[in-house]
């Protein structure tokens, strides 16, 4: 019964409305989800490092948002910026690349490591999709056009490049 209770109680706070970020905390869970699923499924690395990619990006526009929100260092966020960023990138490669799962000889496409690439490009285009949201956004008057536009645009840009890799990987 007290098992049932805090779960629920736990449950109810993790629903709880939260402000608009620069980048969604559904993204961010979608992310993860799709990551902890590529591993049992045995998705292709190029895939998994798409969303690794989406992931970090979404991690540190949420985190600057953050930041700027609390008004931390924000007079010298010309700095603090690139080292959130790079913070959270040395946090994942580094792990990935020590154990062994970045720089494998026998886990490339067209000569690149399947990892680093996936991570690359998944950041590149989850980026540029969360500021075409911005833009679409502007556009309408400053309303999204449907309800979690914010979140479909970003996710579903990687689900389409995921798409994509499947086919190139194969």
């Known amino acids: 019964m007290k098992k049932k209770y805090l779960f629920t109680l736990g449950s109810l706070l993790l629903l709880k409305a939260l402000p608009a970020q620069a980048v969604c905390p559904v993204c961010i869970v979608a992310v993860g989800a799709g990551l902890g699923l590529s591993e049992y499924l045995g998705i292709d690395d190029s895939i998994a490092g798409l969303w690794i990619g989406g992931l970090l990006i979404g991690l540190s526009a949420w985190t600057i948002t ?7 260092l924000k007079n010298y ?17 580094w792990p990935l ?4 799962f970045i ?3 026998f886990n490339r496409l067209y000569g690149l490591d399947k990892l680093a690439l996936g991570i ?16 679409i956004k502007k556009k309408n008057n400053g309303h999204a056009h449907f309800p979690f536009e914010k979140v479909v645009i970003p996710v ?15």
């Not at 690349?97 to 062994?100: D, E, N, R, S, W």
């Not at 690359?120 to 833009?135: D, K, T």
């Open 66 to 72: 953050y930041c700027n929100k609390k008004n931390w």
């Open 77 to 93: 966020s010309a700095w603090r910026d690139p080292l959130i960023v790079i913070a959270y990138y040395l946090m994942v490669i």
């Open 97 to 100: 690349y020590a154990q062994g």
């Open 103 to 105: 720089g494998d000889p």
């Open 120 to 135: 690359a490009v998944g950041s590149i285009f989850f980026a540029l999709a969360a500021w075409s949201y911005e833009i």
């Open 156 to 170: 579903s840009t990687l689900a389409i490049l995921s798409l994509i890799f499947y086919f190139l990987s194969k």
